[in-house]
């Protein structure tokens, strides 16, 4: 690993190849044992070499949050690809292509959309109920019991097959117990029953559940009530999740290795090459009430060592980070050395690096390219 | 312009050409009037075409904010960069390649990375005191009587040329009036003086005084008490400087356009492709004191027309937008249209697209890449 740090120069994904694959795994086996498919949504690590560790998990589905995402995956050999974000009418092109290239599920959470599509889409694909179960950001209002027939009544004779319910319940990133993510994850599971109820009491019948956030993916046990769950972050996890209580610092698997460049005694701070463009300018405000950016780490041999929560990043500009650090670890950040940024969001971080390397192999890998034409 | 919001399907930053030729113009008048060089920073474009348009107004000096920056630009041409970052010693082989290219602007704040350079430093170049005049964020407290001298000291004799001393005032950022910005400005002319003083009195003499913050330089007119001025936002401008005051609506020349992809009339919100990834997760509370992501406009057959600010992005993840839509321009938001969001920092967005169509011409321009090897 020490080659791996001596390599670097600029703001660098560090990944860790063991504990992501022990994150992937874990959930695995709790699908498993419930016996729900695990279509895991690639919109953290959007990397095919990454996507190939859950094929060795016997993963064969997956979700994507964008037909570009769906497309890279498409030609990386996933077969069987939900995009978890509402239809865009401007993109019918590609949504055609891809749907006759892979068993594609679509989200649709109004009659409008579900008739554009039964207009335009030229191979059958899968739609999937998009449910508002209490996030408020799409979907349609589960106890609205008039909303879900009318789409269904929009597809009936069509390429497209109403496949089943879906929500995604990102309130869960607002709950900061164990129990507060379970009992939603439990409210939800009604909500979304409820919606599949109503379906089949207007005819439409054997119809899935599908739901999955990161939180209550990792803190739920038992998913035999759904029939697929979708988590995305937990391969990474991130300081989010760890204030959330999804993940122990231990099972973070991404952190940004960034140069110290200067260093200020008078105030305890530190100044890093990375910033806004490498972290992304999602911040948590942490248990001491602080604007927290991320926590730190220092190299070790093996791995890292994470720093004790007096120490942060406590402000970003474009390419700078200003990090408090205790005094006691002061002197250990020296100007020309490494320190490590534990993401608060490791998605947004990932997307905006591009490119890895993973240890302790020190091999380098790729995501999907952030620039795509046509 | 109508054709180009018809081609677009996805995210895509749209750059009006003729407010960034009014930005830039206005901005070299002041800087010609005032007898000063205009050393514009460059990374909110990161352009080599939207670079071309400041040669026409006759610039030949610019600032970047990463050596990968300077060294896109060196390779477009230009042969007087000032890396407006602290010097990071892990880049070193980068410096000299630059050193020997061009002239390179180095800022240092501290002896030990004034001796690093002194030592690793293969052709000649300017080095810049980087001073703290209040931000706190790099530089030497421009209290500190003694460092400029110890630094000057430590570069005597070495390819190295103390050429000035330099701040960021990035503190202009938090004013919100006309009078205060300018206030901030006479303060950090003052503050950058007395330490070129001290220096003098050290026997450093003939050292030129660099500032430029986006800010200043829009509501300062008279630069004649400094050398040269670095201002980097203001070719396209953002809500976050029209909230400073230092732009009116009608100088923002960059927005994203986006897909709406969903209309919620119960909650008067729609929903657009347009999310962190593209816009970044940068917001401010605004007047109203809400947190607000980004103002919208609508396409018009000539560019864009800005809706009245009860209109804004109340939310972002990954790839979704949640708009809150006054309810007089409700209906005006349908789905499979375009919505333009004006991006709260800019710098920020156009970092995240990486590529970018002019209005009215068309034309796509490209920025430095993202990912950058070795």
């Known amino acids: 690993v020490k080659q791996v740090w001596d390599s670097i120069t600029r703001p660098t994904l560090v990944v860790d ?19 729900v498919r695990f279509r895991p949504h690639f919109k953290t690590h959007q990397s095919a070499a990454i996507g190939a560790w859950f094929r060795e998990e016997g993963v064969t589905a997956i979700t994507a949050s964008s037909l570009s995402m769906a497309a890279y995956f498409a030609a990386d050999g996933w077969q069987d690809i939900t995009v978890a974000f509402p239809v865009n009418w401007r993109e019918i092109e590609t949504i055609n292509r891809l749907a006759a290239q892979v068993r594609l599920g679509l989200l649709v959470d109004s009659v409008e959309t579900a008739r554009f599509l039964v207009e335009r889409v030229t191979s059958p694909a899968d739609v999937w109920l998009d449910v508002d179960t209490g996030y408020h950001r799409t979907g349609v209002d589960w106890e609205d019991d008039e909303a879900g027939a009318g789409i269904a009544a929009a597809l009936r004779g069509s390429l497209l097959t109403l496949r089943g319910v879906l929500t995604h319940a990102g309130h869960s990133y607002k709950e900061h117990t164990a129990e507060a993510v379970r009992a939603l994850y439990d409210e939800t599971v009604v909500r979304l029953s409820h919606v599949r109820g109503r379906l089949a009491a207007a005819g439409y019948d054997g119809l899935e559940l599908s739901l999955g956030d990161t939180p209550c993916c990792s803190l739920v046990e038992d998913f ?43 105030r305890n701070q530190v100044v890093i090459y990375g910033g806004g463009v490498h972290l992304s300018k999602e911040f948590i405000t942490d248990r001491q009430g602080r604007k927290n950016f991320g926590w730190l780490a220092l190299p070790t041999d093996s791995g890292w060592e994470v720093l004790l929560d007096r120490s942060y990043v406590t402000s970003l500009s474009q390419e700078h980070g200003v ?28 997307d905006l690096l591009k490119v890895g390397v993973l240890v302790p192999s020190g091999e380098g890998f790729e995501m999907m390219p952030g620039v795509i034409s046509g």
Chains 1, 2 share one sequence.
């Open 323 to 350: 990090l408090q650090v205790d005094a006691a670890d002061f002197d250990r950040l020296r100007v020309g050395d490494l320190v490590l940024v534990l993401p608060v969001h490791s998605c947004m971080s990932a």
């Open 17 to 35: 190849e063991g504990r992501v694959r022990r994150n992937i795994a874990r959930m695995a086996t709790k699908a498993r044992a419930s016996g």
């Open 224 to 266: 035999s009530a759904v029939d697929e769950i979708r988590p995305g972050n937990f391969p990474y996890y991130d300081v989010m999740q760890a204030e959330i209580g999804s993940c122990g610092l231990d099972d973070i698997a991404a952190v940004v290795a960034c140069p110290v460049v200067s260093t200020y005694p008078a």
